[in-house]
């Protein structure tokens, strides 16, 4: 089997080389990255924790590639805009008044090299993203192409509306998932882009055959308009052409207002999802503004309540002194009451030896006896010798005074109030460090009236859907035209007096019109049906459920899934919308007309583990370049693929260096 690298060169798919980012987003200075793999190592994973910098990939390349990165309203992402923190360039770069950014890709598309490269630079001091030129230059091999067929050249490659199959997101991938589950909504715009991948809208050259058609009935119309008898029959088809040119000139126009209204409508809808987006956020920033005046009420409370005990107690915070001189104390009159006893005990030696009778029970002493409580007298001075003398009695009267100023429960009391304080001033903290975080998200977001904004995406959508309607009917007026006006035409081609080289021309653009048409057709139902079976058997790679029987393709590529008896199951799970999606991307990848990098940066961390391992050894078979970004939630960087049976061409890290900053290292695959 031949590689790749051994096709024909118009047979060989864009792969990208690598990839070199300076000061785009968190990238600050030059990254480059190495995306080469081999035919049987078609898989480069980066890992990196949320917020560290994987999408940013994503943008770097869609940047590199279009000019432009939509956030995930939609909304364009600017070079540069000082009252947000959602621009493109680095703030790092900023805060250095480095001011310039660019993405340079280098890929090789049916077998040549290119190089596409898009600066954006301000001279000097930037303060708006107005400042900045966009630069961008593209070079074939070693020639530089210029800059008006960098766009067409790109879009050739891999177009802009191609490229949402190759290089998609989670964002993306909620978009199929809703367009599974309501595959009536917005699916016209999704099949004509699908239908674009699988080269469906290239056969459409052919329309040209009915414009040479009509060229030739004119001619022919015209030379038996001069013979009367014709004169009825050649003035209604020409008035029914008439009309036909005019209805296609109303619906031309109608559509382009619906373009425009659509487009318009898209923008409302962006507003209101923006809107809602920030309602939510301002419900969040309230609900922790009250967390903030909750914990702050309760350190009011505690703290008022620690100065009512203190006034009570003004020698609480000297307690913990007292306890200790108290237990001084108390050891002192230990010390004391000891002494005592054994002063009392000499005393009685001594008038036991002077006696020599024992004072306690009257035996009388020999010498002997005398002589051993001498030595025990002794012994006693040596062993108290150092004591001091002291006031047992004072002792006494300063423990009593101690004793009036203990209060066990006081302190605990205080205690715990003092932790309930410290409990409300980290929840206080805490809040107000997300309180920052959600303004930051909320600034320079647009704001203004929801009521308003909901108001004109209604009646846009009315006035979208108004135009459908209109033609709609223009359609079925303009099919009954055309009709009547083929009927009558192929009566006049059929005339004795018709030109005969005429009347072939016609009817040969004609049925050559009607071949390419029906070819269209069948084209378009055999790539949806081979859409559906290729999805179909991707899902039953990636599903753990054998009882699925697989899915099943509508008109409009909606999946439905399928039980064992062949039936639709409603109500899926969340986890087996993102499996049939990934069905559906594979199965469209899989019937494209061209091969390209698939790039995804997706959350499998719904899926459970055995979902997960399939979905990973799918991959290498979306394409021939295929990029994961992928957190440790998902694949551990410590994972081995190779355990199951997966070839990794590269393996890379995005890791913070700071707040701000992040880098990209390559790991050992």
């Given at each position: 089997m031949l590689?790749?690298r051994?096709?024909?060169?118009?047979?060989?798919?864009?792969l990208?080389?690598s990839l070199?980012?300076r000061n785009?987003?968190c990238?600050?200075g030059s990254?480059?990255?190495?995306?080469?793999t081999?035919?049987?190592?078609?898989l480069i994973v980066i890992?990196?924790?949320?917020?560290?910098?994987k999408?940013?990939?994503?943008q770097?390349i869609r940047?590199g590639?279009?000019?432009?990165?939509?956030d995930?309203?939609g909304?364009?992402i600017p070079v540069?805009?000082p009252?947000?923190?959602?621009?493109l360039?680095s703030?790092?770069a900023v805060?250095d008044?480095?001011?310039?950014?660019f993405?340079?890709?280098?890929f090789t598309h049916e077998?040549?090299?290119y190089q596409?490269?898009?600066?954006?630079?301000?001279d000097?001091?930037a303060?708006?993203?107005?400042?900045?030129?966009?630069?961008?230059?593209?070079?074939r091999?070693?020639?530089?192409?210029?800059?008006a067929t960098?766009g067409?050249t790109i879009?050739?490659i891999l177009?802009r509306e191609?490229?949402r199959f190759?290089?998609f997101?989670?964002?993306?991938?909620?978009?199929y998932?809703?367009?599974?589950?309501?595959?009536?909504?917005e699916a016209?715009?999704?099949?004509?882009?699908?239908?674009k991948i699988?080269?469906?809208?290239?056969l459409g050259?052919?329309?040209?055959l009915?414009?040479?058609a009509a060229?030739?009935?004119?001619r022919?119309?015209t030379t038996?308009?001069k013979?009367?008898?014709?004169g009825?029959?050649v003035?209604a088809?020409?008035?029914?052409q008439n009309?036909?040119?005019?209805?296609?000139r109303?619906?031309a126009?109608?559509?382009?207002?619906?373009?425009?209204?659509r487009?318009?409508?898209?923008e409302?809808?962006?507003?209101?999802?923006?809107?809602?987006?920030n309602?939510?956020?301002l419900?969040?920033?309230?609900e922790l503004?009250?967390?903030?005046q909750?914990?702050e009420t309760?350190i009011?409370?505690h703290?008022s309540?620690?100065r009512e005990?203190l006034r009570?107690?003004w020698?609480?915070p000297?307690?913990r002194a007292m306890?200790?001189r108290?237990?001084a104390?108390?050891?002192?009159i230990?010390s004391g009451m000891e002494?005592?006893e054994a002063n009392s005990?000499l005393?009685g030696?001594?008038e036991s030896i002077?006696?020599?009778?024992?004072t306690?029970?009257?035996?009388?002493?020999d010498?002997h006896?005398?002589?051993?409580?001498?030595?025990?007298?002794?012994?006693l001075?040596?062993e108290n010798?150092v004591?001091?003398?002291m006031s047992v009695?004072?002792?006494?009267r300063r423990?009593?005074?101690?004793?009036?100023?203990q209060?066990?429960d006081?302190v605990?009391e205080?205690?715990l109030r003092q932790h309930e304080?410290?409990?409300?001033r980290?929840?206080?903290?805490?809040?107000?460090?997300?309180?920052?975080?959600?303004e930051?998200q909320?600034?320079?977001r647009?704001r203004g009236d929801?009521?308003a904004k909901?108001?004109?995406?209604?009646r846009?959508?009315?006035q979208?859907?108004g135009l459908?309607?209109?033609?709609g009917?223009l359609?079925?007026k303009?099919?009954?035209k055309?009709s009547?006006?083929?009927?009558?035409?192929?009566?006049?081609?059929?005339?004795?007096d018709?030109d005969?080289k005429l009347s072939?021309?016609?009817?040969?653009y004609?049925?050559?019109?009607?071949?390419f048409?029906?070819?269209m057709?069948?084209y378009?139902?055999?790539?949806?049906?081979?859409?559906g079976?290729?999805?179909?058997?991707?899902f039953?790679q990636?599903?753990?459920?054998?009882?699925?029987?697989g899915?099943?393709?509508?008109?409009?590529y909606g999946?439905a899934l399928?039980?064992?008896?062949?039936?639709?199951i409603?109500?899926?799970?969340?986890?087996?919308e993102q499996?049939?999606?990934?069905?559906?991307i594979g199965g469209?990848?899989k019937?494209?007309?061209r091969?390209g990098?698939?790039?995804?940066?997706?959350?499998f961390?719904?899926?459970?583990?055995d979902?997960r391992?399939?979905?990973l050894?799918?991959?290498p078979?979306?394409?021939?370049q295929?990029?994961?970004l992928v957190?440790?939630?998902e694949?551990p960087?410590d994972?081995?693929?190779?355990d199951?049976?997966?070839?990794v061409?590269?393996r890379?890290?995005v890791i913070?260096?700071?707040?701000?900053k992040s880098?990209?290292?390559?790991l050992?695959?």
């Open positions: 590689s790749r051994q096709w024909p060169k118009w047979l060989r798919p864009m990208i080389s070199e980012i785009l987003r990238f600050y990254h480059r990255i190495d995306l080469t081999t035919d049987t190592a078609s890992h990196g924790e949320n917020m560290r910098g999408t940013s990939i994503m770097a940047w590639l279009y000019g432009e990165v939509a995930r309203h909304t364009d540069f805009d009252k947000s923190r959602e621009q360039l703030h790092d805060s008044g480095d001011f310039c950014m993405v340079e890709i280098n077998g040549e090299d596409v490269r898009r600066e954006a630079r301000a000097g001091q303060e708006s993203n107005e400042d900045f030129s966009i630069v961008p230059t593209l070079k091999g070693q020639h530089v192409l210029s800059e960098i067409p879009e050739a177009s191609v490229s190759f290089l997101d989670g964002e993306m991938l909620q978009d998932e809703q367009l599974l589950k309501n595959p009536d909504e016209l715009t999704v099949k004509t882009s699908i239908e699988l080269g469906v809208p290239a050259v052919f329309e040209d009915d414009e040479l060229v030739d009935e004119k022919l119309n038996l308009k013979r009367a008898k014709y009825d029959l003035d088809a020409n008035q029914l009309e036909i040119k005019g209805l296609r109303d619906r126009e109608l559509n382009y207002e619906l373009k425009e209204r487009d318009k409508l898209a409302a809808e962006k507003a209101v999802s923006v809107m809602r987006d309602e939510k956020l419900l969040q920033k309230n503004d009250q967390k903030v909750e914990a309760s009011d409370e703290e309540a620690v005990v009570e107690k020698w609480l000297a307690s306890e200790q108290l237990a104390i108390r050891d002192e230990e002494q005592i005990r005393r030696l001594k002077a006696g020599k009778q024992c306690q029970c009257d035996t009388t002493l010498h006896d005398v002589d051993r409580l001498r030595q025990k007298l002794t012994k001075k040596l010798y004591f001091e003398p009695l004072d002792a006494y423990q009593r005074l101690y004793e009036k100023f209060a066990t006081a605990a205080v205690a304080i410290d409990r409300a980290i929840a206080r903290g805490d809040a107000e460090s997300k309180i920052k975080q959600l930051a909320m600034a320079g647009a929801m009521k909901i108001e004109r995406w209604q846009l959508t009315s979208v859907d459908e309607k209109q033609i009917g359609d079925t303009l099919a009954e055309t009547d006006h083929e009927a009558k035409q192929r009566q006049l081609t059929g005339l004795p018709a005969p072939l021309q016609v009817k040969t004609r049925a050559f019109s009607d071949i048409n029906k070819a057709e069948t378009r139902e055999q790539a949806r049906v081979a859409v079976h290729d999805a179909s058997d991707i039953r990636l599903t753990t459920e054998a009882a699925y029987a899915l099943q393709i509508n008109d409009a999946l399928l039980d064992g008896k062949g039936q639709p409603p109500g899926r799970s969340s986890g087996a499996i049939v999606a990934l069905s559906l469209l990848n019937a494209a007309v091969e990098p698939v790039m995804m940066d997706t959350n961390a719904r899926l459970d583990l979902h391992e399939n979905v050894r799918f991959l078979q979306l394409g021939p295929v990029i994961v957190h440790s939630g694949l960087k994972q081995e693929l190779s199951l049976g997966i070839n061409a590269r890379y890290e913070r260096v700071s707040e701000t880098e990209i290292r390559e050992a695959s």
